[in-house]
């Protein structure tokens, strides 16, 4: 029983350290030959049928974030059997893929042996036929070698039979055996059968918050001050777990039961959030166990979406940018080009109008002397037109501005007049005159908002307008 004892201990050390995850740490160390973990060997001498071989070929696969890598590497290690791994993401082709894999053998079989080894006859590396010499050469006369591939399936420019020929380098040699780690095999995709299959779940809501609740975070961090001269270490820890517990749950049932479900998206949506939630509780506004209270304040962390996009512009900058585009981006989608065309109006002298918004070809607006009238300056003007200030137009020419600049054909309604009617009520545009139907086609009407404002509205909108404005 003593010579069972290392093996259930180690096996015992990987189920904590990667807990939920027993069975396939087990099927792990069954297919690569702990038996002695899976099957005592008081047991083993009463079986009538032998235990089987390592498999030549194994197939690990599973969605990501969920284990893989890093278990297939932990047991490897834990059992002590020569394997190397490689890494498809981190090689640019598949010739370096192979040369890394003759490499890291190679690595390998030097640091186990103490005879003399040339390298350089293991530089190269063309094909899978020259990986299946030179690792026939590296392995001979050596014990059971283990050669996993990590996200073979995502390799760049992999030909059709790289899968299929990997899978069959084990009846080639006998003391190899391939292990391949895929994201979601397609079937048949080694054209061959019987291979053994170990699928790594997706964590389900109580898995992942087993996971997580097994390393709460403190709630006083960064040497925050305790509520209390008495207030404990053991009791602050007490409390941080009972409420990063409740706090995960919430957590997953508000964001990452949508969009988060793998266990590191969740985890960096909880650490992101965890601060700003117990934040009261740093200020002494609410207590450790007043978790409901708690909930009704922050609830507003919940509804937002903001902590699932990750981006490398600054928050304050962001901030800034969405306070001064509040107001415009509260605007109907229309108002928003009924402001543009308004403003294009006020600053566009109307004589341009069909040099701006003619959609005709370049040849009919072209003068008989040859030249063309776009971008033209008078000479007598010196001050630009937006220094002047907005000038008067009347509301057929901002209409017909406005069908002109949208991308797409619409059927005049009354909702557009309506549209216009609230601009006028919010006094983005002015009214001039004192006509006595304030959307007849002939009232005079002047825009009155500014050029950082429009800008930032058009850009919303994804309309350039500096392209339509008289310099």
């Known amino acids: 029983m003593q010579s069972e004892l290392p093996d259930e201990v180690q096996l015992g050390i990987l189920n904590e350290q990667y807990p939920c995850r027993e069975l396939q740490i087990r099927q792990l160390a069954y297919l690569l030959h702990v038996r002695s973990i ?27 974030a969920t284990g893989k890598s890093s278990i297939v590497k932990d047991v490897l290690d834990t059992i002590g059997t020569p394997h190397a791994i490689i890494k498809s993401q981190e090689c640019i082709t598949v010739r370096h893929m192979l040369e890394r894999a003759v ?19 293991y530089g190269r590396c063309e094909n899978i036929s020259v990986l299946v010499v030179q690792l026939q050469r590296l392995l001979q006369g050596t014990g059971r070698f283990i050669l996993v591939f990590d996200g073979i399936d995502r390799q760049r420019e992999a030909p059709p039979t790289l ?61 925050s001050p305790s509520p209390s001269s008495g207030y404990t270490d053991l009791q602050a820890a007490e409390d941080s777990a009972w409420v990063w517990t ?21 985890r960096s949506v909880a650490h992101k959030l965890w601060k700003p939630f117990v934040a009261p509780i740093v200020e002494g506004l609410y207590g450790t166990r007043d978790f409901s209270r708690l909930m009704v304040k922050k609830r507003g962390l919940f509804q937002s979406e903001v902590v699932l996009v990750d981006g490398v512009v600054p928050k304050d900058v962001v901030e800034g940018s969405r306070t001064a585009l509040r107001i415009s981006h509260d605007l109907p989608y229309y108002s928003k080009y009924l402001l543009c ?38 000479k007598h003007r010196k001050i630009q037109r937006h220094l002047l200030g907005p000038q008067v137009f009347v509301m057929e020419r901002m209409l017909a501005i406005f069908h002109a600049i949208l991308p797409h054909t619409i059927i005049p309604t009354a909702d557009i007049q309506t549209q216009i009617a609230t601009l006028a009520s919010l006094r983005l545009l002015v009214r001039t005159s004192t006509a006595a139907d304030v959307l007849e086609a002939q009232t005079k009407w002047r825009v009155n908002v500014g050029g950082e404002y429009i800008h930032q509205l058009a850009r919303s909108v994804c309309f350039e307008i500096e392209n339509h404005l008289a310099e």
Not at 45 to 64: D, R, T
Not at 195 to 210: A, E, G, N, V
Not at 246 to 263: E, K, M, N, P, Y
């Open 38 to 64: 899976v099957f005592p060997l008081r047991l083993v001498a009463k079986l009538k049928k032998p235990i089987l071989p390592i498999p030549s070929i194994l197939v690990i696969y599973g969605l990501e």
């Open 103 to 121: 490499a890291a053998c190679a690595d390998v079989v030097v640091a186990s042996s103490e005879d003399a080894f040339d390298r350089l006859t």
């Open 163 to 223: 899968l299929p020929a990997l899978a069959r380098m084990g009846e080639i040699i006998p003391n190899l055996s391939i292990a391949l780690i895929v994201t979601a095999p397609r079937p048949r995709f080694l054209h061959s059968t019987g291979i053994p299959h170990i699928h790594f779940t997706p964590y389900t809501r109580d898995q992942s918050l087993t996971i997580l609740s097994a390393r709460p975070r403190s709630i006083f961090e960064d040497n």
């Open 246 to 266: 409740r706090f995960c749950s919430v957590v997953w049932d508000s964001l990452a039961r949508g969009a988060a479900r793998d266990l590191v998206s969740f």
């Open 341 to 378: 065309a308004a403003y294009l109006a006020s600053y566009n002298p109307a004589r341009q109008d069909p040099i701006f918004f003619m959609k005709a070809s370049e040849k009919k607006r072209r003068k008989k002397g040859g030249g063309t009238t776009v971008g033209r300056v008078a």
